[in-house]
């Protein structure tokens, strides 16, 4: 079968995604979601969607108790996905291993000494500029097992995508993703190339499910962090390390910078109209001043450098800072991540990811009263949005439209297919408008349908289906096979995926789209009806 007949039918398949533009309409007569529904809802919300058997998993165990085990993912056995992320042998070394092993040939020629580090660019015997050379790079890499940087980047996607679609840790995957958002870096910044990784595995990860003190602390004192938003290099304007420094060639020029300070303040706690002033952002810097990187070209780690420290007494928030060193960085955390406003803020991110992209208001108020009385115990805030009535309403039922890498993972996941999570998913995903690592803004990627919803952006989606359907997307393998037992018609195929990918609940309206072009193709039903499916609203919508 042509894949590319296919896709001239993609303008078809527009017929049934259009709708992804605005809410898809509740049933009529529906007060409650049914039995069935509630348990997709939830396998939508806290894991990237159904594998097939999973519906009946989580009857069968119990919605309350599925909920308590990815509560609490270090119950759970994981130990097959950890063998699959073998294969990423940089998420588990250090910046020093990670700058030994990954090497771009430029860097590699300057090591061996075969190009003038000064003038490199313009150099006749750079890489770029002698084909001779560039091979003959490119073999002493293979021989001493080295990897260019964009490796790094491949393997970090690559990871994300392979635990997303296998882990058994649903939960803490979706909060590792969701975290990152919040706290945004952009891989492709200078040196964040080689500290991305460590950023995600010891600074998000580990904390996805802790107190939200601790995250923030964790990535305040991440190298990825203090490099992203300058604050390695902020210092007081007469420190003495500077003046130390004032007088060497290029020296840059002394002083405060409030890049992180505010961005802090706006993005990661109290949010933008948390009453916070300039004021506030200039002594939070100050604060700040001193929180660096040691040796950055080698192991990178976080480091308080008390020469570089404003030594001067602090106000923020209304509250007066003199604990001196790096205790006055340590103390304005303490200050935000008790802030009133800072509950209300992760309140509303926690329940717009969870339940509407407008957030009810009477369950945001309870999600921050939980954060407050629990001094921020992201697990308890997370309890309380799957135990409430406003998690399971009708309204919040594929209420939300799925990101790209939501959109990916689950359909992989629906069609019981394996990944190794290869170089074309993360292409595929950047293409519909999400590149994994790679959004520049510390805002992170909006949480709102209106991001994922433009004209190109639906097209790559039901490309990317009938692509996947037609198991033709490197690394990735499915087997239909596994759903063709009585298909003897399209209208039956239509079924069969209707129940695999839907859970067999699919609008009326949808459904004779459905039927009607799949009985105008002679190609194979399976595989026509599974891509069809894929591209429709209810399984664009989570």
Known sequence: MSIQGMKRKAVLLLLLIFVSLVPLPAQPA???????????????????????????????????????????PERIDDSSTEAALSQFPSLKMDVTEI?????????????????????????????????????????????????????????????????????????????????????????????????????????????????????VMATAKSPAMLFYLDNFQSSAP???????????????????????????????TIGVEGGYTQKDVQEV????????????????????????????????????????????????????????????????????????????????????AVYTRTDGDIREMLHAIFTSNEFYAVDAYRAKTKSPFELVVSSIRALGATTTGGPRLAQEIARMGQPLYQYQAPTGFPDRASQWTSAGALVERLNFGIALAANKVPATSIDLARFSKGVTSHDRAIDVAVDALLGGDVSDATKRILVDQ??????????????MVLGSPEFQKR
């Open 99 to 215: 700058n030994e092993k990954y090497v771009a040939p430029m860097d590699l020629a300057r090591r061996l000494g075969l190009i003038n580090p000064r003038n490199a660019q313009a150099n006749p015997n750079a890489p770029q500029n002698n084909p001779r050379l560039r091979r003959e790079l490119q073999s002493m890499m293979q021989e001493r097992g080295l990897n260019p940087p964009q490796r790094l980047l491949q393997e970090l996607q690559s990871q994300k995508l392979v635990r997303a679609v296998s882990s058994e840790r649903q939960l803490q995957e979706v909060m590792t993703d969701f975290w990152f958002n919040h706290f945004n870096v952009f891989w492709g910044k200078g040196a964040n190339r080689q500290l991305t990784t460590g950023y995600e595995m010891n600074a998000i990860r580990p904390h996805a499910l802790g107190k939200f003190k601790d995250l």
């Open 518 to 531: 799949i009985r105008t193709t002679n190609e194979p039903p399976l595989v026509k009806a599974f891509a």
């Open 238 to 268: 007469d420190s003495r390390m500077l003046q130390r420094l004032a007088n060497r060639p290029q020296a840059r020029k002394p002083g405060i910078n409030e890049n992180y300070a505010r961005e802090l303040m706006e993005l990661h």
């Open 285 to 368: 810097a100050r604060a700040f001043t001193g929180w660096t990187i040691d040796r950055p070209r080698q192991d990178a780690g976080f480091v308080f450098r008390p020469m570089m420290h404003d030594r001067g007494e602090k106000t923020v928030l209304g509250h007066k800072i003199s604990e001196g060193g790096i205790k006055d960085g340590e103390a304005v955390i303490d200050i935000l991540v008790r802030h009133p406003s800072t509950a209300r803020f992760i309140a509303t991110k926690l329940v717009r990811r969870f339940v509407s992209d407008e957030p009810p208001k009477t369950l945001v108020d309870r999600v921050a």
């Open 30 to 72: 529906t007060t409650k979601l049914s039995e069935n529904q509630k348990i997709l809802h939830l396998l939508n919300r806290i894991a990237f969607g159904a594998r097939p058997g999973d519906v009946e998993r989580v009857r069968k165990l119990g919605v309350d108790k599925f909920v308590d085990q990815q509560l609490h």
